[in-house]
């Protein structure tokens, strides 16, 4: 049996890498792709969508754009990171369609409807789609939401916060407080699991290729910022958890989302102890068996040579 998902993403390196995942998953079945301002600004990260589905001719896979600016925030993009197009390093031609006349928003109702909400959401950006889905379709609730974002205890935007959280705290607040079924796979579990040199030497053919130069950009920032010589492929690891929900550890506790102070801005406060006595209403992400997720992820890219 697969899993019925839908990815709402921001490509972005490990965006582009988590969408090469699930295509190749034979246990998912990709009902399309959403995208938002994130990585980079949502024209961007749409051309980028589209770019990698071209690249592997997989035109039939819908594509939706969505939000361009966070719910109250403005926008931030993560050139840094990802550099000025969202997807620096490969050669990629521009995008050979437009996306979907559909908005993000209606496409995700329309599809969760369809399915009669049996549809697990992957979302890898921010939550902006998300919480307008939410606030616009509350008919239209997927049955479970497995997303890439926030950390019990790291940040990578400021101490506090992981980007895809903090870019638009008050849509993850929304979201965390929707009662779906959520996991959340966090920083603490992504920067577990590096992307080695000797993981990109046994990728094979163009697929191999094209993730090589991905890495070889994205890898410069984990260089100079961390000083690792491998990258964690965030995005990655939620859709793997979807197909192989063994990989990731989770815990159920209670999650909130800082959206009151600057210093913590976006901040994922998990009552880890149960200090707080909070309910629980996410499965946290606390350990991952590393070596499993990039075997996984080298042998499932390997699939398109
Ligand atoms: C997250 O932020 C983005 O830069 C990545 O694509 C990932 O979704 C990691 O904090
Ligand atoms: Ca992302």
Redesign the pocket.
């Given at each position: 049996m697969t899993t019925p998902i839908l990815l709402d993403?921001?490509?972005?390196?490990?965006?582009a890498i988590a969408l090469l995942l699930a295509l190749a998953s034979p246990e998912l079945e990709l009902l399309g792709v959403t995208t938002v301002a994130?990585?980079q600004t949502l024209d961007k990260t749409t051309a980028n969508a589209i770019r990698v589905l071209d690249f592997i001719g997989r035109n039939d896979v819908a594509v939706a754009a969505g939000a361009d600016r966070p719910l109250l925030r403005d926008v931030y993009v993560?050139a840094h990171?990802?550099g000025e197009s969202g997807l620096d390093g490969p050669d990629l031609p521009p995008p050979q369609r437009a996306p979907s006349s559909e908005h993000a928003v209606e496409f995700l109702a329309r599809t969760i409807r369809e399915r009669a909400g049996a549809v697990t959401l992957v979302p890898?950006?921010p939550l902006t789609n998300v919480a307008l889905l939410l606030a616009l379709h509350p008919d239209a609730r997927p049955e479970r939401i497995v997303l890439?974002?926030g950390a019990v205890a790291e940040g990578?935007?400021t101490p506090a916060a992981?980007?895809?959280i903090w870019c638009d705290p008050e849509a993850a607040a929304r979201v965390f407080a929707s009662g779906i079924d959520i996991t959340m796979i966090g920083?603490d579990v992504?920067h577990k699991a590096l992307f080695m040199p000797e993981h990109e030497a046994r990728l094979e053919g163009k697929v191999g290729e094209l993730v090589r130069s991905l890495l070889s950009f994205y890898g410069n920032f984990h260089k100079q910022q961390y000083g690792w010589d491998g990258s964690?492929i965030?995005?990655a690891v939620a859709v793997a958890h979807v197909s192989h929900p063994d990989l990731v550890e989770t815990k159920n506790r209670g999650v909130k989302i800082d959206t009151e102070s600057e210093l913590s801005r976006g901040r994922t406060l998990v009552d880890l102890w149960g200090r707080a006595q909070w309910e629980p209403n996410c499965h946290v992400g606390v350990d991952i068996d590393a070596d499993a997720f990039l075997d996984l992820l080298v042998e499932r890219l390997n699939t398109f040579a």
């Open positions: 993403c921001d490509p972005g390196h490990d965006d994130g990585n993560a990171v990802h890898t950006g890439m974002g990578n935007v992981e980007f895809n920083l992504t964690p965030h995005d």
